[in-house]
């Protein structure tokens, strides 16, 4: 009996310790993402425009520096004129590419304000339609944003992260711009 008590002690302060590790605060994003990319480069095309979304799960580990996870997904279609022995064609190329990355963010409230600062590493994959195969790289993300407190738990968010991915061993230099609703816990 006394070596169950002695097992029941040290489940409650174990659980006890692992409770403590747990953030107690942080915040969940959504919205809509744009995406500058030059992953869909193809011929005299240097940029591509694709549209998507952006969440992210962020958990504080002190008031002012958290940890984020971020996942995104861009689509779009990018065409252009191919130079073929019947004359020119126009080709377009569908592309879906999508980033999942972690880091460290900083913010610090002001007022309503909370300006963020952040850098990520994860993994992208992109995946065309046609005949480019699909390919997946490490990802880096360096940027920031800023939240606007609507009420207590809700703000609004504009954020912008330089984004550098390594597709078909060639450096992809990105800009991706993020806006939407962050619920607060």
Request: glycine content about 12%.
């Amino acid at each position: 009996m006394l070596k169950a008590a002695w097992i029941a002690v040290l489940l409650v302060v174990c659980a006890g310790f692992a409770n403590a590790q747990i953030p107690a605060s942080g915040n969940i994003f959504f919205g809509y993402s744009f995406e500058n990319t030059s992953s869909l480069a193809i011929g005299n095309i240097t940029r591509a425009n694709l549209q998507g979304w952006e969440g992210s799960l962020e958990g504080k580990l002190v008031p002012w520096i958290g940890l984020v996870t971020d996942f995104s997904g861009h689509y779009g279609t990018q065409n252009f004129t191919e130079l073929t022995p019947n004359g020119p064609t126009t080709v377009g190329v569908t592309g879906h590419e999508y980033e999942v990355m972690f880091g460290p963010r900083v913010s610090v409230p002001v007022g309503k304000f909370t300006p963020f600062g952040e850098f990520m590493i994860g993994l992208a994959h992109i995946s065309t339609a046609g005949s480019f195969p699909t390919n997946t790289s490490y990802a880096t993300a360096l940027g920031g944003g800023i939240d606007y407190r609507l009420i207590r738990l809700v703000a609004v968010r504009v954020e912008g992260d330089y984004v550098a991915t390594h597709f078909y061993s060639t450096t992809q230099n990105d800009l991706r711009m993020s806006t939407g609703i962050v619920f607060r816990f």
